[in-house]
């Protein structure tokens, strides 16, 4: 029972913020039935499109990263330049924490990198931290 309802709130907050969803089953969201990055993913894209919708998305400070859930050494931050209501799950990169590098291959696109150095540093240091 508490799946399911993990699941509807993941279909009514993509609902909410716009965010691009496949449906793959019974109108759930393909992420629904990814593995845990591509969750991920769509977490974040999701936290950036709800921070757009409150007012905080000028570009000019903030970021939103969560680190990986089963690796460690790796976390997800967005592209550079992407305006946040924009941004789509495949807009966001996995970054590693100690190279500060992407971890799997990307568009041509670079990562935010204030995000990058902030984040790799917090994530080095402080390894009970997930987001």
Known sequence: MPCR???RGVVAACTLVGLETVTAHRG???ACFGNA???SRHSVAAGLRLLHLHGHSDLASGFLTA???SDLTLFFTHEHGK???EVQPRDIFTISVQTKQPAEPQNS???NLG???LSAAIYRRCPHIGA
């Open 37 to 39: 990055s591509d969750a």
């Open 67 to 69: 680190r990986h859930p």
């Open 28 to 30: 759930l969201p393909e």
């Open 83 to 85: 305006h946040w209501r």
């Open 115 to 117: 995000a990058v150095q």
């Open 109 to 111: 696109q670079a990562p």
């Open 5 to 7: 309802l993990l699941v």
